[in-house]
C-alpha cells in the first residue's frame, strides 16, 4: 500500500472540503501516526541507562582525565 502525505492550510474551506471529498470516495483512509517527540531529558536518561556518562569528584579530575592524566592520583 501506497502512501499520501497531504500538506494543506487547515484553515482553508476549500483544502477541508477537498479532503473531505476525496475520503467519501471510499478508497482513502486516514491513519493516526503516535509519534512520541523524544526530548533532550529522554535521550540524557538513555545515555544514563547505558552507562554513557562518567562521573568526577571534582573539576580537578576531570580536567585530569582530559589531559590524559592519571585520575586516581
Not at 28 to 34: A, M, S, T, W
Not at 60 to 73: A, I, Q, S, T, Y
Given at each position: 500500500m501506497a502512501t499520501i502525505t497531504l500538506n494543506y492550510d487547515a484553515r482553508s474551506v476549500i483544502a477541508k472540503k477537498a479532503l473531505d471529498f476525496l475520503l467519501?470516495?471510499?478508497?482513502?483512509?486516514?491513519?493516526?501516526?503516535?509519534s512520541k517527540t523524544i526530548t533532550e531529558l529522554d535521550l540524557a536518561i538513555e545515555d544514563v541507562e547505558a552507562g554513557r556518562v562518567n562521573v568526577y569528584e571534582n573539576?580537578?579530575?576531570?580536567?585530569?582525565?582530559?589531559?590524559?592524566?592519571?585520575?586516581?592520583?
Open positions: 467519501t470516495l471510499g478508497v482513502f483512509k486516514i491513519e493516526e501516526k503516535q573539576s580537578d579530575e576531570l580536567f585530569r582525565k582530559l589531559r590524559g592524566e592519571n585520575v586516581h592520583n
